[in-house]
């Protein structure tokens, strides 16, 4: 797991430049909603209905399936983490933390390191065939995909919600399935599961989202915080306006790559030559960051509150790794009267990671993209940073 260094900040820089705002930005929260499988994804995410051997007498049989989380372009496999809340029609998600899950009354927080475990060691992430050699023995006619599905999302929902599967009768309109099933389950929820912790989400911040300052000066600093493996900027200069290290030192590309694979955080500043008397630069830095596994989905608004399946749309986590593209943006002004910093830039916060976290965020985790274009030119200031192991 990586782990997010964040170093001391330099002191003792002069810059001519006062805080207009120093409100931070990170990547927002991915959203997205449950659209229906198409093509492969039938094939792939079908599984069977299933019985339980307690709960309501009429909330005992619940068809099984893997999800589609849509998520911008990417679509996103997921097993549901909330077995009798329903899924609502156009419902929105966003991505939570695992002690946001909304429902209260379920056992998920307590269980969700046995969950990341399941999710880590069943299918998709390792296909059936996978799957039934770690599990041993014999199975009839080998473990099918269905069969795998099944298994799979009635061990989540064993520790999600406290459903047991009815072991003498697990798939009732499926009689030759009980058997695998109730294997692969048996497997799912033993002593093997040990448990894996939440990973990092990751993290992309911008700090301050906007300064103010004055010609002949250096606005800044604007300081990029990452987990990432890669980012770039995006912004049109005006004719003499730079971006620069503390100094005033033009960022050459070389430069910034070799400082971005040594640091999880990194400084900039807008030069403003004393010619451009009034002007203003908008930038954007944008890069690509991976749902892992164990990412956390829940309805929109509804992060850490009670829930009430007639309001809330059940709950999903994430089964397979997507990548998904992250931005954020900052301004620098000047030619206006500076005025003193009203804020407090608000802390990263510390996830017990992760963004789909989460596991197993937890970002999870490369980031890339960007182009500096500088009067009629342009230059991308590419930032490539090393992996580390935590």
């Known amino acids: 797991m990586k782990k997010l260094r964040i170093g001391a900040a330099l002191a003792g820089v002069t810059v001519a430049a006062m805080m207009a705002s120093v409100t931070p930005a990170s990547a927002e929260a991915a959203t997205g909603k449950i659209v229906e499988p198409v093509g492969e994804e039938i094939a792939s995410g079908k599984g069977y209905q299933i019985e339980l051997s307690n709960g309501p007498e009429n909330k005992r049989h619940f068809d099984t399936e893997l999800f589609v989380l849509q998520v911008g372009d990417k679509r996103l496999r997921t097993y549901c983490v909330d077995i ?13 933390n695992w002690e946001e899950h909304p429902n209260q009354s379920t056992s998920f927080k307590k269980n969700s390191a046995k969950i990341n475990w399941i999710l880590h060691n069943a299918y998709p992430e390792i296909s059936a065939a ?58 799912l929820i033993g002593d093997a599961n040990k448990g894996i912790q939440n990973a990092p989400k990751p993290v992309l911040t911008l700090e301050p989202t906007k ?36 100094d005033g030192k033009e960022l050459p590309k070389a430069d910034v790559a070799q400082k971005i694979q040594q640091l999880d955080k990194y400084e900039f500043y807008v030069k403003v030559p004393a010619s451009v008397a009034t002007g203003k630069v908008e930038f954007t830095v944008t890069g690509e960051s991976e749902f892992s596994l164990g990412r956390l989905f829940v309805a929109k608004g509804k992060k850490g509150a009670r829930s009430d399946s007639a309001k809330f749309s059940q709950s999903m986590i994430l089964a397979s790794s997507q990548k998904v593209r992250l931005d954020a943006q900052g301004s620098a002004e000047w030619g206006t009267t500076p005025t003193t910093p009203n804020e407090t830039p608000a802390p990263q916060p510390k996830n017990n990671d992760n963004e789909l976290a989460n596991t197993g965020a937890s970002v999870l985790t490369p980031l890339i993209i960007g182009v500096v274009l500088v009067g009629g030119g342009v230059a991308a200031l590419v930032f490539q940073r090393r992996r580390r192991k935590a």
């Open 84 to 96: 009798y809340t329903d899924i609502l029609d156009g419902a929105q998600y966003e991505e939570a």
């Open 211 to 246: 300064l103010t300052g004055k010609p002949d000066s250096l606005i800044g600093p604007f300081v990029v915080t990452t987990t990432a493996t890669g980012i770039t900027i995006s912004a049109k200069l005006p004719e003499g306006v730079i971006f620069s290290d503390k």
């Open 130 to 187: 996978a799957l039934a050699k770690n599990v041993g023995g014999e199975f009839e006619g080998g473990l099918s995909v269905a069969e795998a599905v099944t298994a799979t999302q009635a061990a989540i929902w064993h520790f999600s919600d406290n459903a047991q599967l009815n072991l003498d009768n697990p798939t009732p309109k499926n009689k030759d399935a009980k058997n695998d099933v109730v294997k692969v389950y048996k497997h």
